[in-house]
Structures are given as structure tokens and as C-alpha cells.
């Protein structure tokens, strides 16, 4: 028996792909792309609990197309994976995107949903939202520190709503398909950033998705209000450490 559908925006990123196919195995997936003609989604080997939507955020009519969705498939839970290239998109358009459209959805959610419906929200944010990454611009900055806000916001405001939202923080270091070539193409690169890391591990997007599942199907609804940071501890390393290390 399958609990109530759930909604994964992130299109064909690493991460999102991970997400919905751990989620799909308790629940029907909509997994939400800017392009459902994609060859690579289009072969891509999903199970038939996924189901490929297009979905444009930075489009008028996506508040009709949501609330389609929410309706026909019986959606009571969110994960918010996607995030708006700085080569593509303006600095107003990831704003819009990422965390105008991210807020809206959200209060759509508890506005379609009854009351006594458990909704379950999942942000996935970034050490940015606290910490300055050197290879990010300022808005990615700025729009990962207004999801966490939105995470406190949503978790006060609706918490008596049977609303329980968290988020998710993968660190800076996260193996993809892509960045594996990356790392071979450079070993001492990868072997100075693996030697910071205090459980010598990159973050994966399996390991993303283990934890995604379980704020989504199994963590009770007074877990409420968080965020993880999931970068195998390299947040808590005292950066002097690295300064002094040699005197």
C-alpha cells in the first residue's frame, strides 16, 4: 500500500534522480523538469512509480499546474531539489525560481490539504546558508539562507496545520557522475580535499536520498523545523587548524 504522492522538483540533476527513485518505492513520484523532452530523462530507466512532469516555475500559470498535480495524484508531500544556474538564469529569475515560487507552492500545499492531512516538506539548502563557499556567487548565498529561513518560517506558521517542513544540507563536496572524471582528471586535488574531510568520504546523492526518505516516510511529525548538514563534519573543523598545521 502506498502512502500519498509525492513531488520532487530538480529535473534531471544527480541528486533529484537519487531522491525520486529512493522515494518511489513507498510512494507514487512526480518528479518536476523545465524539459520533459530531455533524451537523457526521456531514456533514463525510472520505475514506473515515477512519473516525468514538465513543470516551469518562472511561468504564470504554475500555481494551475501545481494545483493539477496535487489533486489528480493526491500529493501531500514536497522535496525542493532544484536550483537556477547563475550562467543561465538572472540574479530575479533564481530569486523567483528558487525561493518566491519554493514559498508559494508551499503555503498551495496546506491551502489544498485538510487540516488533519499530514503534509511533509523537505528543502535541500547548502552550507551557504551559513558559511561563505568560496565557488558561489552571492545570491546562491542569498537564496540558500532564505530557504532556511523558510524552513523556521513554515515550521511556526503551520506546524498546527499537521505541516512538518526540514531541510537538508549537502556540503560542498558531493559525488556526481561528472565530478568523479573531474577528481581522476586532478588526484592531488582530490587527494588535499579528501584529507579534510573528517570521515574521508564524499557525500553521495544515494546517501542524500536515504535521508530525504526518512524526513518524507518515517520521521514523526514533531521533527519540525531542522536543518542537517550532511558533509561528513567538515563544517565543524576549526579553520586555524589549517593555517597552523606546519608551525
Not at 46 to 63: C, K, P, R, W, Y
Not at 185 to 200: A, G, M, V
Amino acid at each position: 500500500m502506498f502512502e500519498s504522492s509525492v513531488i520532487v522538483t530538480g529535473g534531471r540533476s544527480p541528486i533529484a534522480l537519487a531522491i525520486a527513485e529512493k522515494l518511489s518505492a513507498r510512494s507514487k513520484v512526480i518528479l518536476l523538469t523545465r524539459n520533459s523532452k530531455d533524451p537523457f530523462l526521456r531514456d533514463y530507466p525510472f520505475n514506473q512509480n515515477v512519473v516525468v512532469t514538465e513543470f516551469d516555475m518562472l511561468e504564470d500559470s504554475f500555481i494551475d499546474h501545481f494545483q493539477e498535480l496535487v489533486h489528480e495524484h493526491d500529493v501531500s508531500k514536497l522535496c525542493f531539489a532544484h536550483k537556477l544556474n547563475s550562467s543561465s538564469y538572472s540574479k530575479v529569475e533564481r530569486l523567483l525560481g528558487e525561493v518566491v515560487r519554493t514559498t508559494e507552492l508551499i503555503e498551495e500545499l496546506v491551502r489544498i490539504k485538510k487540516e488533519e492531512v499530514e503534509k511533509k516538506v523537505v528543502l535541500l539548502t547548502s552550507p551557504a546558508s551559513i558559511l561563505v563557499v568560496g565557488d558561489q556567487d552571492c545570491f546562491y548565498h542569498v537564496n540558500k539562507a532564505s530557504l532556511s529561513a523558510i524552513v523556521r518560517y513554515f515550521a511556526v506558521t503551520y506546524g498546527s496545520q499537521n505541516l512538518a517542513i526540514n531541510a537538508l544540507a549537502p556540503g560542498s563536496f558531493v559525488t556526481k557522475e561528472r565530478s568523479k572524471q573531474f577528481y581522476l582528471n586532478n588526484p592531488n586535488l582530490y587527494q588535499q580535499i579528501i584529507s579534510t574531510i573528517p570521515s574521508r568520504k564524499f557525500t553521495t546523492p544515494s546517501d542524500i536520498s536515504v535521508y530525504v526518505d526518512f524526513l518524507i516516510h518515517s520521521a514523526p511529525i514533531t521533527l519540525n523545523g531542522t536543518e542537517l548538514v550532511m558533509d561528513s563534519g567538515l563544517t565543524l573543523i576549526e579553520q586555524s587548524k589549517f593555517a597552523r598545521k606546519d608551525s
